[in-house]
């Protein structure tokens, strides 16, 4: 993604009730979608936890514009 605060990466089909871990924050998935923007250029890391799924790590890096 580009780090230019308009650019978005949506992540879809999430499980209801996934605990996604981010920042140093949880959040649980109510709507089966991420949607993520940053102005930020950096590696950004997304961990997704949600009996009896599988628990899955994903890495976005965002990239100068």
Same mark, same amino acid.
């Given at each position: 993604v580009?780090?230019?605060?308009?650019?978005?990466i949506v992540i879809s089909n999430i499980p209801?009730? =996934?605990s &996604?871990?981010?920042d140093g924050e949880?959040? &649980?998935i109510s709507d089966?979608?991420?949607e993520f923007t940053t102005g930020d &250029?950096? =590696?950004y890391t997304f961990s997704f936890s949600?009996?009896?799924f599988q628990d899955c790590t994903i890495t976005l890096e965002a990239?100068?514009?």
């Open positions: 580009k780090a230019n605060s308009s650019d978005q209801f009730g =996934t &996604v871990f981010h949880s959040y &649980v089966g979608l991420i &250029v950096g =590696t949600n009996f009896p990239v100068s514009p």
